[in-house]
T-cell receptor
Framework: EAGVAQSPRYKIIEKRQSVAFWCNPI?????LYWYQQILGQGPKLLIQ????????DSQLPKDRFSAERLKGVDSTLKIQPAKLEDSAVYLC?????????????FGPGTRLLVL | QKEVEQNSGPLSVPEGAIASLNCTYS??????FFWYRQYSGKSPELIMS????GDKEDGRFTAQLNKASQYVSLLIRDSQPSDSATYLC????????????FGDGTTLTVKP
């Protein structure tokens, strides 16, 4: 079974530029999560999708971050414009069923550096 | 107060010893508890989940949950150098059983 795929793996941009990350979850997984992990901290949930609907985006900085999950499969996370404090690893995870305490499978992450 | 708190460490134990990692949480309504291992530069990997009070054993790992005291712990027996990693505690609330709030992790070093 293929794991969660993410791209790109690394990205370096200057502040005020925009950037987009892509995630392809494990086939058949209903729930998809985007996390931000700043160095030395645990992952922080940005947004949680159930199929193609948003379950929780309470910690998503909506003035600059946006995310979508078209057709309930792939997802993109965008930052526009980026700030220095957005430098972090962006992790995508997926779980099989919706709404339950399911095992989350993480992708390799995208490491973002904002200069 | 953070929702999920862990000692940042580093925690250092000799090879073959028992490593004890602790986590406390603030939401008394939390229902699901997870321990993840994260190697440097890698993504988190689930190693244990626990949902009810008491102990749950899986190989060298034992998770312990005490909802009354709002803490969950992870014991690693016969620690190996390959266990050296950051261990993240995650807690899911009753209101959204799929949403995990993570602690900042405890870094464990197992010395040969």
């Amino acid at each position: 079974e293929a794991g969660v795929a993410q791209s790109p793996r690394y990205k370096i941009i200057e502040k005020r530029q925009s950037v987009a990350f892509w995630c392809n979850p494990i086939s058949g997984h209903a729930t998809l999560y985007w996390y931000q992990q700043i160095l030395g901290q645990g992952p922080k949930l940005l947004i949680q999708f159930q199929n193609n609907g948003v379950v929780d985006d309470s910690q998503l900085p909506k003035d600059r971050f946006s995310a979508e999950r078209l057709k309930g499969v792939d997802s993109t996370l965008k930052i526009q414009p980026a700030k220095l404090e957005d430098s972090a690893v962006y992790l995508c995870a997926s779980s099989l069923r919706a709404g339950g305490p399911e095992t989350q499978y993480f992708g390799p992450g995208t490491r973002l550096l904002v200069l | 107060q953070k929702e999920v708190e862990q000692n940042s460490g580093p925690l250092s134990v000799p090879e073959g010893a028992i490593a004890s990692l602790n986590c406390t949480y603030s939401d008394r309504g939390s229902q699901s508890f997870f321990w993840y291992r994260q190697y440097s530069g890698k993504s988190p990997e689930l190693i244990m989940s626990i949902y009810s009070n008491g102990d749950k054993e899986d190989g060298r790992f034992t998770a312990q949950l005490n909802k009354a005291s709002q803490y969950v712990s992870l014991l690693i027996r016969d620690s190996q150098p390959s266990d050296s990693a950051t261990y993240l505690c995650a807690v899911n609330p009753y209101t959204n059983a799929g949403k995990s709030t993570f602690g900042d992790g405890t870094t464990l070093t197992v010395k040969p």
